[in-house]
């Protein structure tokens, strides 16, 4: 680790498909655009696309799918414990989760507290859960968006970090409105990880303040 | 009524407090952006500022008080009934509730099937009824805004006619924030009741479609 690695944030990205944002936060952290790297991404789905994105760039990639750990519900502590297992092997300061489909415990929770976020396609608190764009158009709202959010045991309920919106238009399917949210996400997550890697993220209670200069020195 | 009269929607608005909506779109109306006309003012509260407003354009105003109709619930039907007599009368043909501040009911909605429109604080589904604004506070959202949607008999769940939205600052106190907010509402409540009036607004289910091209004659 050379001196320039060490004031860089270490994060573990967990995926479980695409890797779309796995990809904009690995070109911020190469840009230098973000203080951080990723040191390590696992994915809970073999064949991921996500995974690929993490090989071409040289970081190691791990597969851990849950129903390897036994049978539900002892499977999901004995599933975290092996995550935190890597993830704590590869000095992960900050946990993101990118595309990740799965529900987080409270094992992975105890090991990173408030050091787990996530990127939800909605303006939280409206459409939490799977498949918030259909939800949002079904309900027919004209502005959408999406969330980056500290992780806690609730869905999608945590601390909001950053959110931006997007007008829905009229011809909108839930593929194309998709699209414009993943724009947001790709801008919006990456961001999060900066403002956290520079220290100048402070929650306090539900709210999340960002502060003009860093803290963490 | 003079020929100009003819092609204007005639409009009945209820108030209760300030009327600071209403007064965006008596200049609205007045300024010729929108095709339509305030015929009548009815606010549930004696002394509402609101009524100065309408007096001040010579627009008919009335204090229809709930308490002087009985006891709850029998009450409901029969203030409402006394609405729809006063909103008739002055051949309002869209209801516009802008800060009227009580639920509306069966009695008016069938007199004026999705023909009575509100302005909600906050982008729905999010944060429905009192407070809206405090509750966005409260929750930590980074974006509020506000909705124009048609009533129905649920709390602030009818279909939504548009949507504006505004970032949330870090300093933000309930006040600044609905500051904000008010400067979308006086923005979007003229737009739709523009769009109204000009026949370009389609309710398809849950869902309102903005029509390009006028389809009212």
């Not at 027919?140 to 007008?167: H, N, R």
């Amino acid at each position: 680790m050379d001196s320039r690695d060490a004031d860089l944030l270490s994060l573990g990205v967990l995926v479980s498909g695409r890797g779309t944002n796995l990809q904009a936060i690995l070109d911020g952290c190469e840009a230098g655009r973000i203080p951080a790297q990723v040191k390590v991404v696992i994915s809970n789905r073999p064949g991921a696309l996500a995974l690929d994105r993490a090989a071409a760039k040289g970081v190691p990639a791990f597969v851990v799918e849950p129903r390897q750990y036994g049978k539900w519900p002892a499977r999901k502590p004995a599933y975290e414990r092996r995550l935190v297992e890597i993830l704590s092997s590869h000095g992960v300061e900050l946990v993101v989760l990118a595309g990740y489909d799965r529900l987080v415990g409270e094992t992975l929770l105890q090991a990173f507290p408030m050091k787990v976020i996530n990127i939800h396609p909605s303006l939280l608190p409206a459409f939490p859960g799977l498949g918030a764009q259909k939800q949002a158009l079904d309900y027919g709202v004209k502005v959408a968006g999406a969330t980056v959010f500290f992780v806690d045991l609730s869905v999608d309920g945590g601390p909001i970090i950053i959110q931006g919106a997007c007008e829905v238009c009229q011809d909108d399917t839930a593929e194309s409105l998709s699209g414009r949210i993943l724009e947001i996400e790709h801008r919006i997550l990456p961001e999060a990880i900066n403002l956290i890697a520079q220290g100048r993220v402070k929650v306090k209670g539900r709210k999340v303040e960002i502060l003009t200069a860093p803290v963490k020195d």
